[in-house]
């Protein structure tokens, strides 16, 4: 089992920064991809970033990319989500994800673990 909390989220204005960091419990968190989605209200969960177990592998969702950078510290059980130039659009509860192979982490059906999500309001 592995357990996601989610911290750093607030309100924030246009243009400005927040990270996120997602803590996971137990010993295999370095063997798990892992990953960012978000929600916006009346809409669909989307992915937002992925890192592979050993942080070799990245890859964005293409309304973040260029804006966000995903990273983790395996020594931490950490992963982090550095948000910048945010947007009102960017309004959202973020979620904390773990999937067991790379493959997996853009895929809401595939994803192993959920943190419980943490509010991001971006102001105009």
């Known amino acids: 089992q592995v357990q996601l909390v989610e911290s750093g989220g607030g309100l924030v204005q246009a243009g400005g920064s927040l990270r996120l960091s997602c803590v996971a419990s137990?010993?295999?968190?370095?063997?798990?991809?892992m990953g960012w989605f978000r929600q916006a209200p009346g809409k669909e969960r989307e992915f937002v970033a992925g890192?592979?177990?050993?942080?070799?592998?990245?890859f964005y969702g293409d309304s973040v990319r260029g804006r966000f950078t995903i990273s983790r510290d395996n020594a931490k059980n950490t992963v982090y989500l550095q948000m910048n130039s945010l947007k009102p659009e960017d309004t959202a509860v973020y979620y904390c994800?773990?999937?067991?192979?790379?493959?997996?982490?853009?895929?809401?059906?595939?994803?192993?673990?959920w943190g419980q999500g943490t509010q991001v309001t971006v102001s105009s």
């Open positions: 994800a773990a999937a067991g192979r790379m493959r997996s982490i853009a895929a809401m059906s595939e994803i192993d673990y």
């Open positions: 137990g010993r295999t968190f370095d063997t798990y991809a």
């Open positions: 890192i592979s177990w050993a942080g070799g592998s990245i």
